[in-house]
């Protein structure tokens, strides 16, 4: 499970026990930056309402994100404008699944995603977590470890933005690296 890695991972190497064959990064790499990210991200991994999502729920979760991209394409409205507001079960979700699993769902429907791929395309576990804490943004980082191997942190995080709106709130997204 990709969640409990991350606490083990990021709780030892904060409290200075972790391995150099455990987490090469922190311990050839260290910064201030990846410091600080450990420490928000630990933070908010343990106050998240935990999502396992089977192959199945994936899969299904996948085909909305089809059907509103075909939708957003066709009408050229943006997605939120179809979706909607979107309530959070929490205001920190980490929602994880087998990557791979998806790939193969999504190649078998013939999905738009994958219509250059030769085969189906995806591997080990993806998770992530979308924290809501901050009434300025919403917070989206992907975590991923690739079968048999390491977690590796996150080189960016999406954060979606919350402006004054005229009537509701509106969000547009912006890249955070």
Not at 10 to 23: C, E, I, V
Not at 88 to 115: H, I, K, Q
Not at 157 to 163: C, G, R, S
Request: glycine share 6%; charged share 25%; aromatic share 8%.
């Amino acid at each position: 499970m990709l969640y409990k890695s991350l606490i083990s991972l990021y709780g030892s190497s904060l409290a200075g026990k972790s391995a150099p064959a455990d987490d090469l990064v922190w311990h050839f790499a260290p910064s201030e930056d990846l410091r600080l990210f450990r420490e928000y991200a630990l933070d908010a991994l343990q106050q998240a309402k935990v999502y396992l999502l089977d192959h199945m729920a994936a899969a299904y979760a996948d085909t909305l994100h089809d059907a509103v991209a075909k939708q957003a394409s066709e009408t050229d409205l943006p997605a939120m404008a179809i979706l909607g507001e979107v309530k959070l079960p929490a205001d920190v979700v980490w929602v994880e699944f087998d990557d791979r699993e998806l790939g193969v769902a999504r190649f078998e429907r013939a999905s738009p995603v994958t219509r250059h791929d030769d085969k189906p395309v995806g591997t080990g576990l993806r998770g992530y977590l979308i924290d809501d804490r901050n009434k300025s943004h919403l917070r989206i980082t992907m975590f991923h470890r690739r079968e048999n191997s390491r977690v590796v942190d996150p080189i960016c995080a999406l954060l979606v933005m919350t402006f004054p709106p005229v009537s509701g709130p509106l969000r547009t997204g912006i890249f955070h690296l």
